[in-house]
């Protein structure tokens, strides 16, 4: 019998939730669903001096927005630390580790050297094989350890990664790495696998930038005889021009997105699609999505961020969502806008009717909430309007005129509603030789003190105080 799936998302909380960490997340959740298993979550909070308790917060935060709950208590790798030098010990002990004394000028002159032969830096191993009186002395000097695996000096390492296949380094291109740092502290490498181990976890999918980690990793899994975890490593995401992705691009974090007017639900499926490919399909349910994700569909070459493709989805979902929802949607998102708090503070039931109303027809026409928000300004702005620049040249270049013509015709609408208003106004049109447009036009104008608007006609039939 096989071993339960469980898989697991370790971000470091030095910063928000970066959109290519939120993709990582989504990967690991759809694979434990897909196989029934779990998703654990670990912060990585060695690095003390830039982990913070309002990153961690943020993390957290932009996980549940997303949709990506995990199962189980967070773990906390910092908290684990007491463990982690157990394992280190347990190492020594074996003889797969062992105690090293090189001095810090000592490093610095291997670095040296191998930055005058062009070489990366490899520490040499001159501690290796030492006597016990040797390390005495060097004790009895005053000098602290470190502790550093006794790694292969001949043949390979190999792994059989489920994207990139199958990847193999020779052992003696690879250094004995630190284990236990000399104030006793444990290094990333060591805290990882050992955290892996403890909560059993099957599969670690992360970025391919981890692809060299998976080589040290997987010689301390060997050293302490733990069955080695399958390994995913994901292509790392870029710009739409192929460049390292950036803040023009898109690096941005998750909660920018939420600000910026995405649903949860359009952003999961974009990033679903960012190096992953089921056919031709683009728009998944989550259903559908946990149902087709698998790892033999990853892609090799980094994905591409498209912030177009990203807003045609995203309208998508908008036009699909229901009123309700969407609106709730809406009031969740404006705390974390500029103007937001305040249009929330002044919507009284009477006005969210009004704009629960207005839904169908501002929807249509948006491609992100903020859009929405925006198209729907006129309904709550005091009167008289304040023109935008256009708004005010169409009224000045005969608009004005345009709708006095155009008032009676409007007043003796009995049957106030976009239909009737769409025909008084096309009447018109035909009665003057006008185009519908150089009707409409300045009606939006007047309105909405914009040149572009919701459907004209739907939003005049919100607006019949106005008129």
């Not at 906390?76 to 797969?96: C, I, P, T």
């Not at 997105?257 to 992953?276: D, I």
């Not at 995203?314 to 699909?320: A, E």
Request: with cysteine.
């Amino acid at each position: 019998m096989s071993d339960p799936v469980v898989t697991r998302f370790a971000p470091s909380p030095t910063g928000f939730l970066h959109i290519g960490g939120g993709r990582t997340a989504l990967f690991n959740w759809l694979l434990a669903k897909k196989l029934g298993g779990k998703m654990l979550l670990r912060i990585e909070d060695t690095d003390r001096a830039r982990s913070t308790p309002e990153a961690i917060d943020a993390i957290l935060d932009g996980l549940k927005w997303l949709g990506l709950e995990w199962d189980g208590e967070v773990t906390y790798q910092f908290a684990r630390a007491a463990r982690h030098r157990e394992v280190a010990e347990a190492m020594l002990a074996k003889g797969n580790a062992y105690h090293c004394y090189a001095t810090s000028e000592e490093l610095e002159a291997m670095r040296e050297k191998a930055k005058a032969e062009g070489k990366p830096m490899r520490y040499d191993g001159r501690w290796r094989d030492r006597s016990d009186v040797d390390r005495q002395a060097a004790a009895a000097a005053g000098l602290k350890p470190v502790i550093r695996l006794k790694a292969p000096l001949t043949g390979e390492t190999s792994v059989d990664d489920l994207v990139q296949g199958r990847v193999t380094w020779q052992n003696d291109n690879l250094d004995d790495l630190v284990l236990l740092r000399s104030d006793g502290n444990p290094t990333y490498m060591l805290a990882v696998v050992v955290d892996d181990h403890d909560m059993a976890v099957t599969h670690v999918i992360r970025g391919d930038d981890h692809l060299t980690n998976a080589a040290r990793q997987t010689q301390i899994y060997q050293a302490m005889g733990w069955k080695v975890p399958f390994m995913a490593h994901i292509p790392l995401i870029h710009g739409a021009d192929g460049a390292k992705l950036s803040k023009r691009h898109g690096a941005l974090g998750v909660d920018a997105y939420r600000a910026l007017g995405y649903l949860p639900v359009a952003l999961r499926n974009y990033l679903v699609r960012l190096g992953w490919s089921f056919g031709d399909q683009e728009i998944f349910s989550t259903e559908e999505m946990i149902a087709a994700f698998d790892l033999k569909n990853v892609g090799r070459s980094p994905a591409r961020f498209d912030f177009a493709k990203l807003e045609s989805i995203n309208g998508h979902y908008m036009r699909q969502t229901g009123d309700a929802e969407l609106l709730a949607a809406t009031e969740t998102m404006l705390p974390h806008v500029e103007g937001g708090p305040e249009l929330l503070a002044s919507l009284t039931p009477a006005r969210r009717a009004q704009w629960l109303a207005a839904m169908p027809g501002l929807k249509e026409r948006a491609k992100t909430l903020l859009e929405l928000v925006d198209g729907s300004r006129f309904l709550f702005a005091q009167r008289p309007l304040a023109m935008d620049e256009k708004a005010g040249e169409i009224l000045a270049k005969g608009g004005r005129e345009v709708l006095k013509a155009l008032l009676p015709r409007l007043e003796a609408v009995t049957d106030w509603n976009a239909a009737a208003l769409e025909a008084a106004v096309r009447a018109e049109a035909e009665t003057t030789g006008l185009k519908l447009g150089a009707l409409a036009q300045p009606l939006r104008a007047a309105l909405t003190g914009r040149a572009t608007s919701p459907g004209i006609f739907e939003s005049l039939g919100r607006l019949r105080d106005q008129v």
